[in-house]
């Protein structure tokens, strides 16, 4: 009897699972003929079909559902649907164009959170009262305490746009921003600005206008120096402070790529008292990062990154020191207590050299030496100089102790693929900033990598429109208003402390 029974289960199973797969089946093949029927339409299901799937991309990371090779699952309609390529300029099932509404969705409700003020606090306990308690009851040192108030004001940050005047032109914002740097001081920004008919134009705001409930600030201008790309640009002191814009300049046709030293004074009214400055041009084949060096032990020189050497340049003098490398150099940094230079590569090498190092022959001139994966894109040594930080093209962030060659921290989120993108680092305030491929601004506790803030570009992402950034304690002087400055396509923005 029990045999039977079991046998009798044992069969009754077998076709209970034809019978499922059977209707499986059937349901797949009247899914493959709706299909069809569907897209004969063509046209005219384009916008629905576009927003069922938009709908479903969010939900279907989260379900539990397989992913199909060419299928993308609905969860609404409980099937899938298949994946066209996107030749068809009637088809909107591209892969491309879902992740490419995934992510503006994601960027219009992240800009909604700013403006109604609903953003989540990064931590536990990051409150104004129970810091304020804690500080009185002597359980923070003045640090920490400086150091959490600093992340609890940039978590409150809000966005207000810049109005931008030109005494000197009646025409103010035509051309998109591409890359602004500001001086040491923070009272000046030297601004690079993308022209509709090729090259760039320079020009120079003056940020004393942002302690004003106006938010104005003057943007000065000289039209001569155009139609020159820049890959590279630092502020230089050659005769004072700030006194010069150091610019890598392409060549274009037969005329040479060069470095240009630009006195500040050619932009009027930058800073009273300026005197007409010395104005330097050095013949350079295309470089592709520049810096200045602050190090009395080599005073008056500059460091132009080029391929697979690095050129080292006496402004008064023009007395040269060349040093070989084994790939194209994007980003360099003068060390300042240390005659050191310090470079990134495209081969993904992080060295230093010695610029007391007579003999160039050889790898007997490099200080220390260090290794990404990918290309590193920015170099920037911290105040004691016995750390590093490095980002490459792969979106990795990291501190190296240049004691040991290890790195020790490494923060998250940053996103990057081919872009030249620059680190901003404030050791006073304990902030990272970064601005990433996908057009975010990203904020993280330098101490314990904490990542603070994600500031949404107020722009669709775009490889054109990723925005340059400027952050500062007195933005426009030392009495100026701490905040971080965005600058993207026509438009200025100040991330004020509230």
Not at 375 to 382: C, D, G, K, P, R
């Amino acid at each position: 009897m029990k045999k039977r029974g079991s046998h009798s289960r044992e069969k009754y199973g077998k076709s209970s699972y034809r019978q499922s797969s059977a209707c499986c089946w059937n349901r797949r093949r009247s899914s493959n003929e709706r299909y069809g029927a569907e897209t004969s339409h063509g046209a005219q299901n384009c916008d629905s079909s576009a927003r069922v799937f938009s709908s479903a991309s969010s939900s279907n990371s989260s379900s539990s559902v397989p992913e199909l090779p060419g299928f993308y699952f609905d969860p609404e309609k409980n099937r899938y649907f298949r994946l066209l390529p996107g030749h068809n300029n009637c088809n909107p099932l591209t892969r491309e164009m879902i992740q490419h509404k995934e992510r503006e969705s994601r960027r219009l409700k992240l800009l909604e959170e700013e403006d109604m003020q609903k953003k989540k606090t990064t931590r536990i306990g990051l409150n104004p009262l129970p810091l304020l308690n804690k500080r009185q009851l002597g359980l923070l040192y003045s640090t920490n305490y400086c150091r959490l108030v600093h992340e609890l004001r940039v978590h409150c940050m809000q966005r207000k746009k810049v109005e931008i005047q030109n005494p000197d032109s009646s025409v103010v914002g035509t051309d998109h921003f591409k890359l602004i740097v500001a001086d040491t001081a923070r009272e000046r920004v030297f601004t690079v600005n993308d022209v509709e008919h090729g090259g760039c134009k320079y020009g120079i705001i003056n940020l004393s206008g942002l302690g004003t409930n106006a938010l104005t600030v003057e943007m000065y201008d000289n039209l001569y120096f155009t139609n020159r790309k820049v890959n590279s640009v630092c502020w230089a002191s050659l005769t004072h402070p700030d006194s010069h814009i150091l610019l890598c300049l392409m060549g274009i046709a037969e005329t040479p790529g060069c470095a240009s030293l630009l006195p500040a004074s050619l932009f009027s009214n930058t800073r009273p008292g300026d005197q007409p400055g010395m104005l330097c041009s050095f013949k350079i084949s295309t470089a592709w990062s520049c810096a200045w060096c602050l190090n009395p032990q080599a005073n008056n020189c500059f460091s132009t990154g080029l391929s697979r050497r690095v050129l080292v340049t006496n402004a008064v003098t023009g007395h040269r020191q060349t040093f070989g490398t084994n790939s194209d150099v994007l980003t360099q940094q003068f060390a300042t207590q240390t005659p050191l230079l310090f470079n990134g590569c495209r081969s993904g090498e992080v060295f230093a050299i010695d610029l007391r190092h007579r003999s160039r022959k050889g790898q007997g001139w490099k200080a220390a030496r260090l290794f990404h994966d990918s290309a590193v894109t920015s170099v920037h040594v911290l105040q004691d100089e016995q750390h590093l930080m490095a980002a490459d093209m792969a979106g990795k962030i990291k501190l190296w102790d240049l004691r040991t060659n290890k790195c020790v921290k490494q923060y998250e989120g940053h996103n990057n693929e081919y872009a030249y993108l620059p680190l901003h680092i404030h050791e006073e305030e304990g902030l990272l900033i970064a601005v990433g491929q996908d057009c975010y601004t990203r904020i993280w506790s330098l101490g314990d990598t904490h990542l603070l803030r994600t500031i949404p570009s107020p722009y669709p992402s775009s490889k054109e429109d990723i925005p340059s950034v400027v952050f500062s304690s007195h933005l426009g002087g030392p009495r100026g208003v701490p905040g971080l400055l965005l600058a993207v396509r026509k438009d200025l923005y100040c991330f004020s402390y509230n």
